[in-house]
């Protein structure tokens, strides 16, 4: 049985983990599921191949939830219009870096 901890008992960390500091069990759990996907990559794109294209869209979507950041709140109140000055300006940056 876990030693109990007492009122005003010394060893109790009040600060908590630091900043940055990874949580054991996260880090477990991803490396399990990891290792579940790497070994079964196989039989999920067997099943994959089987899906719709409906399906198979909805699939890539709920796996880009896991690999992307959420879309900060700001963009989704944007005007088409806006959002097409930004892409815009986006390229055209990205266009004068590559001549450079």
């Not at 989704?76 to 266009?95: C, G, V, W």
């Amino acid at each position: 049985m876990a030693q109990q901890f007492q009122k005003n008992d010394k060893r109790i960390n009040r600060r908590g983990r630091k900043a940055g500091s990874t949580n054991k069990t996260t880090q477990q759990l991803r490396a399990l599921i990891q290792s579940f996907i790497e070994d079964n990559v196989q039989d999920v794109q067997t099943q994959y191949n089987k899906l719709s294209a409906k399906d198979k869209l909805a699939f890539f979507d709920k796996l880009l939830r896991f690999v992307l950041p959420a879309p900060a709140e700001e963009l989704q109140t944007l005007s088409d219009e806006t959002l097409d000055r930004l892409i815009y300006k986006l390229k055209n940056a990205e266009h004068e870096r590559k001549i450079q």
